[in-house]
Structure formats: C-alpha cells, structure tokens
C-alpha cells in the first residue's frame, strides 16, 4: 500500500513538472505584456512587471482593431459555412448505400491531407482573375474548402453512431430525411456537432498561412498582425506578447466553456456495450 502511494506522489509530481514546461512559455508571455520595454530587457531577467502596464494593449488595438474584427468575422462565416454545406454530407454519407462509398470517403480525406502552401500560387492566380484577393469572401470560401474535408470526415464517424432502427422507424412513421436530420440525427449526435464546431472555428481564427498569402490590408486578420512586430533590427517584443495574450484569450476561453462537450465528442464510439 505504502508502495502504490509513493508511485501515485511520484506520476502526480511528473505530471505537474510536465504541465508546467508546456504552460511556462505562455506564462512568460502573459506577464511579458504588462511589461515595459526596459523589464523586457533587463539582465538578470524581471519575472514580475512592476506595475500593470496595459499601455502595451492600447498600443496593439491602437491601430489593429479592424483586423481582429476580420478575424472574428472570417471564423463565424467560415464555420457557418463549413457546417451548412458538411452536416448533410456526411449525413448522406454515413446513412445511405451510395456507389462506390468506400471511394467517397477515402477522396475526402485525402484532399485534407494537401499542405495549403502546395495549392497557394494557382490559388492565388485564381483568386485575382475572381478579385477575391484581400476580401473576406475569398479567405471565407478558401477556409471552408480546406477545412470542409475535416468536418465532413469527424461528422461522418459521429452520425454512424446513431441507431438506424430510430431513423428508419422515423422514416417508416412518415418523416422526410430532412425531417430525420434535424429532428433525430443532430440532436442525438449534439456533443459530436459541437467537437466539429470548436475545432473548426479554432482552426479558422488560428490559420497564418493563407491570410498571409491571400490578403493585404482590408482583409487581413489578427494572426497575419503578430508576425509584423519583428523588423530588420528590432523586434517590440511587449507589443508582440500582448498581440498573443489577444490571440489566444479566446481559445482558451472556449476550451474551459465547452471542454465537457469536447471531451464527450471526442469519446463517442470508443466503448461499445
């Protein structure tokens, strides 16, 4: 018994030496944005700012608000987007008996598996002949088409869980098929729908590659913004931490508000009675 808690001491303090090499960086981070420019560089290093500085703040939304706007924007329709068109796909997907199936699903998430940087010059080229350069319609359009595969794959896997008995005594009692995906299909898999949700909206707030290629000045979003306080010879590093502290606050609020949704999503399937 004595031996089982030593072992249990020593796995919790792993854990918590573990967990505090991956949140060390973001502390540092976090209480370098309330720092002056002279605590950033002072030597032997200020752990602590002295005061609460939220000058660094004001500095960043001074002039980068509208791109945080075109961030929150992008994600909402891009998510939107990505659900309309990806729920009754897969729905079709894992309900029906089409041709060839099997063929179907493999495509779909083959062309996930496409690095965005390999289709970015005929994108690019094709996006200036529709002028969808730098506008929020064409990095809405270029998001949902990559991150569509995704969604369509993960709903797929949660909608086979659904019992087909139900929906084909739905369908035998006289409901449409539409009626059996709003009614019974998405209610039943709602912790799954939710899962998709979450990681497609932080794939799409987070996403640098495409913003970077695809847009200038109007479009641009807040990812593109911390990549632009690095110059030739001087980097504003308090400006840059508290342009992360921005980024990453809404993450990890909707980590901590939907986590039981995540975590139930994540699960669905993986026991079988």
């Known amino acids: 018994m004595r031996k089982r808690k030593i072992i249990a001491i020593i796995f919790y303090l792993l854990v918590a030496v573990i967990t505090f090499i991956n949140i060390a960086p973001l502390i540092w981070i976090f ?46 329709f891009s998510t939107a987007g990505v659900l309309i068109i990806g729920i009754p796909a897969a729905f079709a997907l894992s309900i029906f008996n089409l041709k060839r199936q099997n063929d179907i699903n493999l495509w779909v998430l083959s062309t996930r598996m496409m690095p965005p940087i390999a289709a970015a010059v005929p ?41 087909k008995e139900i929906l084909e005594a739905a369908v035998v009692d006289g409901a449409s098929w539409v009626q059996v995906l709003t009614k019974i299909t998405i209610p039943v898999s709602a912790a799954g729908l939710a899962t998709v949700t979450i990681f497609t909206a932080l794939f799409s707030w987070n996403e640098l590659l495409l913003p970077l290629f695809f847009t200038n000045r109007q479009a641009k979003t807040f990812s593109v913004v911390l990549t632009e306080f690095q110059g030739q010879t001087n980097t504003v590093w308090e400006q840059m931490s508290a342009a992360v502290v921005i980024q990453i606050i809404p993450i990890i609020l909707v980590t901590f508000l939907v986590q039981r949704y995540i975590v139930s999503g994540l699960t669905m399937g993986a026991v079988k009675e």
């Not at 004001?58 to 945080?68: I, K, M």
């Open 31 to 76: 209480l370098s944005a309330f720092k002056t420019r002279l605590e950033i560089f002072t030597i032997p290093p200020v752990w602590i700012p002295s005061t609460l500085n939220i000058r660094n703040f004001q500095a960043v939304l001074e002039d980068n608000v509208p791109f945080l706007v075109n961030s929150i924007v992008i994600t909402l």
């Open 123 to 163: 994108l690019f080229l094709l996006g200036q002949s529709l002028k969808l350069i730098d506008t929020r319609t064409g990095l809405v359009i270029l998001y949902i088409g990559f991150l569509l595969p995704f969604a369509i794959w993960m709903l797929t896997l949660f909608f086979k869980e659904v019992p």
